[in-house]
Nanobody
Framework: QVQLVESGGGLVQAGGSLRLSCAAS????????MGWYRQAPGKVREFVAA???????AYSDSVKGRFTISRDTAKNTVYLQMNSLKAEDTASYYC???????????WGQGTQVTVSS
């Protein structure tokens, strides 16, 4: 059974930093694209960042220049370094693995990030 487990969320003051991690277990993935999404209360889930197997990272305009996505393929882990956090970054953050070969998408359970202003 595939599991994606996020960690690293918490409460931080505006201007601070957090580093999220998402580790996948349960199977070996074939060239997965990895990404992060977030969902604030009352809002739809939105794209934050992604790193493709065969390409560079991509970011939403709202986090570009502040967040950095990276991956450790050997560990099936994706990271999100979040700097200069703002109150509007408050949300539940979800990691997403997409395996194009099998057309399969996996989601983590989410980790809460709260930024106090």
């Amino acid at each position: 059974q595939v599991q994606l487990v996020e960690s690293g969320g918490g409460l931080v003051q505006a201007g601070g930093s957090l580093r999220l991690s998402c580790a996948a277990s349960g199977r070996t993935f074939s060239r997965p694209d990895m990404g992060w999404y977030r969902q604030a209360p009352g809002k739809v889930r939105e794209f934050v960042a992604a790193i493709r197997w065969s390409g560079g990272p991509a970011y939403s305009d709202s986090v570009k220049g502040r967040f950095t996505i990276s991956r450790d393929t050997a560990k099936n882990t994706v990271y999100l370094q979040m700097n200069s956090l703002k109150a509007e970054d408050t949300a539940s953050y979800y990691c997403r693995f997409e395996e194009l070969l099998t057309n399969t998408i996996y989601w983590g359970q989410g980790t809460q990030v709260t930024v106090s202003s």
